[in-house]
């Protein structure tokens, strides 16, 4: 479990407890068990989601009923969708609970007043915006000029964290790539050790 208070505390170390509290206190805390959805295709989510403990994943289903996983986003970690959030379009994902998970939820207008109440927050928000985009930009660059081998390797290595925690077939689905070229991957790196 990844604490709020220790997570914002590291990460702005200058915010007093006075704002922390404040700052607590606009979030509303959510349980979530295996399976169930915060998001739905097709609503608007005007929030911010902290993932104090657990694991989500954000995901889309094509005409075709194929999954495509864009996001997994486990405990000290935050996730939305941006595009209905800034927008307030109809969202194209689902946003789901893989294991059960505590999460505060920051309400678009109580954020945004935050912003203006807690300046600091206003880099919080900027570093979670970059490292967010810089993930994206190296994901896409990934999946452009990759190998399967080389996308499955690259996934042990950066989630190596919930690697364990996340069925194969989800694996497959966020790297792109059919259920049985994994099974093919895995068992050729196997061999090659």
């Known amino acids: ?77 935050w996730t939305t969708d941006p595009e209905s959030f800034y927008g307030g379009t109809p969202s194209k994902y689902n946003i789901e609970a893989i294991e059960n998970s505590e999460l505060i939820l920051f309400e678009k207008e109580k954020f945004e007043s935050l912003k203006t109440e807690i300046p600091i927050i206003n880099a919080l928000t900027e570093s979670i915006i970059s490292s967010t985009a810089q993930l994206n930009q190296n994901r896409l660059l990934l999946n452009l000029s990759a ?17 364990p925690r996340i069925p194969m077939h989800m694996i497959a689905s966020y790297l792109g790539i059919s259920r049985e070229t994994l099974t093919r991957v895995r068992q050729n790196l196997l061999v090659g050790r």
Do not use: C
Request: zero cysteines.
């Open 1 to 77: 479990m990844i604490v709020f208070d220790q997570y914002i505390k590291a990460l702005l170390p200058t915010i007093s407890e006075n704002e922390l509290q404040i700052f607590k206190s606009a979030g509303e805390f959510l349980k979530l068990r295996r399976k169930e959805k915060i998001l739905t295709e097709g609503a608007i989510f005007s929030a911010k989601i902290y993932v104090q403990n657990g694991l989500l994943r954000n995901y889309s289903i094509s005409d075709n009923g194929q999954e495509h996983i864009m996001k997994f986003t486990d405990a000290g970690s």
């Open 147 to 163: 190998t399967p081998e080389e996308k499955y390797i690259d996934f042990i290595q950066q989630y190596a964290d919930i690697f």
